[in-house]
């Protein structure tokens, strides 16, 4: 008969949320096009991420320009989050 092994566990509490530390990667911002094409796939053109929103939204206005009946977006947002555990390991 074999001894069974002692276990120890530590449970242990995290928190997620924004990363707003100095070395987090910035926010960015960007549009997609959602219109359909004829046959019906999405046209999925995307403006370049960047961290101004109003450089995304010129985009879009640029888009419709070339494509007039292209009226639907998607916003994509992209936010560094961070997991912090609370107390020593």
Excluded: K, N
Excluded at 36 to 58: F, H, I
Aim: hydrophobic share 40%.
């Amino acid at each position: 008969m074999t001894a069974a092994a002692a276990r120890l566990f530590r449970f242990v509490q995290w928190t997620l949320r924004p990363d707003q530390d100095d070395d987090a990667s910035p926010l960015t911002y960007a549009f997609r096009c959602l219109a359909l094409r004829d046959d019906d796939t999405e046209c999925g053109a995307r403006s370049e991420p960047g961290t101004d929103p109003v450089g995304s939204q010129d985009w879009a206005f640029a888009h419709l320009r070339e494509h007039p009946e292209h009226t639907s977006y998607a916003e994509v947002i992209e936010r560094p989050w961070v997991m912090w555990r609370a107390g020593s390991a």
